[in-house]
T-cell receptor, first 111, second 116 residues
Framework: AQSVAQPEDQVNVAEGNPLTVKCTYSVSGNPYLFWYVQYPNRGLQFLLK??????LVKGSYGFEAEFNKSQTSFHLKKPSALVSDSALYFCAVYGNNRLAFGKGNQVVVIP | NAGVTQTPKFQVLKTGQSMTLQCAQDMNHNSMYWYRQDPGMGLRLIYY???????DKGEVPNGYNVSRLNKREFSLRLESAAPSQTSVYFC???????????????FGEGSRLTVL
């Protein structure tokens, strides 16, 4: 079965610094990978996805993600973090008509 | 455009009571899902409905039942609530698998359930 792992529980970063949230995946066949964000007391929102094509995928709010097949990774990145980026971030993999989510990473951007 | 609407937003139950969480979407999506979110566990799929008239178990279906009432509505029922079902429940919808936007889920705001 497909799965994703997010090895860090929390990522702290200073405002203006680059932000990276890590995700590794395990799938049979071609991976369909996603990132979602959750702000406090809200539902999840779609950020970006990788289906095929370029390994660097651009999404909403200035986020991008890099697909690396040899390392089975799909890390989320943002060149310059904002305080408003503080949220819970989920990596997910799609297969068999469903999304399987990782445990989530709490991102704290320090002013 | 309301998107995905869940009711109720909050509910407190006693052990053994039953209740139904309601979900409706107005995006004409074929697929609908129920997830639960628990601290440190991420989101776990309870049940999903790939299309109207079908339902399937997810990772954690025990203690739950679902009904896909029509294309818009997908309800989740707890027949005899247990403290282990204390959680935040999210309904989501998406286009059908095989379409370009499959996997792009739209979530409701969540229903916070406490079972005493």
């Amino acid at each position: 079965a497909q799965s994703v792992a997010q090895p860090e529980d929390q990522v702290n970063v200073a405002e203006g610094n680059p932000l990276t949230v890590k995700c590794t995946y395990s799938v049979s066949g071609n991976p369909y990978l996603f990132w979602y964000v959750q702000y406090p007391n809200r539902g999840l929102q779609f950020l970006l996805k990788y289906i095929t094509g370029d390994n660097l995928v651009k999404g909403s709010y200035g986020f991008e993600a890099e697909f690396n097949k040899s390392q089975t990774s799909f890390h989320l990145k943002k060149p310059s973090a904002l305080v408003s980026d503080s949220a819970l971030y989920f990596c997910a993999v799609y297969g068999n008509n469903r999304l399987a989510f990782g445990k989530g990473n709490q991102v704290v951007v320090i002013p | 455009n309301a998107g995905v609407t869940q009711t109720p937003k909050f509910q407190v139950l006693k052990t053994g009571q039953s209740m139904t969480l309601q979900c409706a979407q107005d995006m004409n999506h074929n697929s609908m899902y129920w997830y639960r979110q628990d601290p440190g566990m991420g989101l776990r799929l309870i049940y999903y409905s790939a299309s109207e008239g079908t339902t399937d178990k997810g990772e954690v279906p025990n203690g739950y039942n679902v009904s896909r009432l029509n294309k818009r509505e997908f309800s989740l029922r707890l027949e005899s609530a247990a403290p282990s079902q204390t959680s935040v429940y999210f309904c989501a919808s998406s286009e059908w698998f095989g379409t370009p936007r499959a996997g792009e889920l739209f979530f409701g705001e969540g229903s916070r359930l406490t079972v005493l």
